[in-house]
């Protein structure tokens, strides 16, 4: 297997990253190179997503995941902030092709990488079956398998399996003898022995771990060792995880990890180097339902963007143009200030798209109940659009009002 040593040959120069080390993590396993760093990102956010399970929300606005507005500006985020890629929470569904597909062109344009966790476990948390694993991978490789914006470790995509510790060998098997090496194949097991169990399988591990607490398990940088060197004594590639802090009460969870403004990152991240990753998943871009999030937001705006900057050597992303009422209020968009006119019209042709398939898959009923209005096109439209900042309002409405015009039967 080659995918150890090529991945070691795109680690970047040195450079002095343990000055942000706040507690010690194991001497003989730390290093003082950087590494890649990905952070797990969602596609699943619509309009109604915002009013469950929530206690902060971004400061881009409680925004869909249909909106390229919203992805290029994450991506510039993120790239500024030195992150290497997004690691996209994926399984094939309409809305989740349809999103990917859009974060595809989107992290293109800017030579942004992008990975998969695919999500192999229900809602209930059981497996899914390994025939839909299966045709869902293999039909994953076969759109985006010479597609470089997936080439994070050489010239096959980067997938790993969410839940793979709930398979057994055969499951696993059968599902490899499909894809065959059509891509990397992650597990997402969770300690070294259960690796082992299942290593000829999988060509390395990545393990989300969001809710460990630093402060009362000092030695867990000693489990993340273990699981790295057996992955590697395989020849595969680990992915070690550092978060900022988990607070998922809100989903059942009982277990809270507080921030200490950023001292738990700052562990956790060292927690993840000392354990000698191939790159390192920050986790979370946008779980805001677990709290385990990066992206700016009302409550830490850009604390831990720029936290994790000055840990990769990026600078800090310019959040000041947006409100810290959680809803978007930059400039208006208008051929003015700077802003050429093609940027401005190609912005609102995309706003205008993403209203119409937003609002095209909501329905008029849908939207006329969650707003609580007659089943009038315009007043729902209006309704829709209202929640973007005022720029994005007429493009957003215009396509949305199309589109519940086109399902009443009156596409004037």
């Known amino acids: 297997m080659t995918a150890r040593p090529l991945a070691a040959a795109l680690c970047a120069p040195a450079t002095a990253f343990l000055l942000m080390i706040s507690s010690p993590a ?6 003082t190179t950087p590494i890649r760093a990905f952070a797990y990102y969602y596609i699943w956010f619509d309009a109604n997503s915002w009013s469950r399970a929530k206690t902060d929300f971004p400061l881009l606005g409680r925004y869909s995941s249909d909106e390229r507005i919203v992805m290029r500006q994450h991506v510039t985020w993120a790239k500024q902030a030195g992150l290497s890629g997004f690691i996209v929470s994926w399984k094939s569904t309409p809305t989740l092709d349809r999103r990917l597909a859009r974060l595809v062109t989107t992290a293109t344009a800017s030579r942004f990488r992008l990975a998969i966790i695919y999500q192999g476990l229900d809602f209930e948390r059981r497996p899914l079956p390994a025939s839909r694993i299966a045709d869902d991978l293999t039909k994953f490789a076969y759109r985006y398998r010479n597609n470089p914006v997936f080439h994070v470790f050489g010239r096959r995509p980067l997938v790993i399996w969410s839940g793979s510790w709930k398979f057994t060998r055969p499951q696993i098997a059968r599902v490899r003898r499909e894809i065959g090496d059509s891509i990397y194949l992650l597990a997402s097991e969770r300690n070294a022995d259960d690796y082992r169990r299942v290593a000829d399988l999988f060509d390395g591990d990545a393990y989300y771990w969001s809710s460990v607490n630093p402060s009362t398990y000092p030695d867990y940088p ?7 060197a057996a992955v590697h004594a395989r020849g595969g590639l680990w992915i070690a995880p550092a978060a900022p802090g988990f607070d998922a009460r809100l989903i059942g969870g009982k277990t809270v990890v507080g921030r200490a403004d950023g001292n738990t990152f700052r562990r956790e991240f060292a927690g993840a180097l000392a354990s000698s ?20 937001s009302v409550r830490y705006r850009d604390r831990y963007l720029s936290l994790l900057a000055g840990v990769l050597g990026g600078r800090a992303p310019a959040v000041g143009a947006f409100s810290s009422e959680g809803q978007r209020s930059p400039t208006p968009l208008r051929a003015a200030d700077g802003v ?6 190609e912005s ?16 008029l009923a849908r939207l006329a109940r969650q707003y609580a209005l007659p089943r009038r096109p315009e007043a729902a439209a209006r309704a829709y659009a209202g929640q973007f900042e005022p720029a994005m309002r007429a493009g957003t409405y215009r396509g949305c009002v199309k589109a519940l015009r086109e399902s009443a039967g009156n596409p004037r």
């Open 26 to 31: 194991p001497a003989a396993a730390a290093r």
């Open 222 to 228: 000693k489990k993340l060792v273990a699981i790295g």
């Open 277 to 296: 990753p191939d790159a390192v998943g920050v986790i979370s871009w946008n779980e805001f339902s677990e709290n385990s999030q990066i992206e700016p």
């Open 340 to 345: 050429r006119a093609r940027q401005v019209r």
């Open 348 to 363: 609102n042709e995309q706003l205008f798209d993403s209203g119409y398939e937003t609002c095209a898959a909501l329905g």
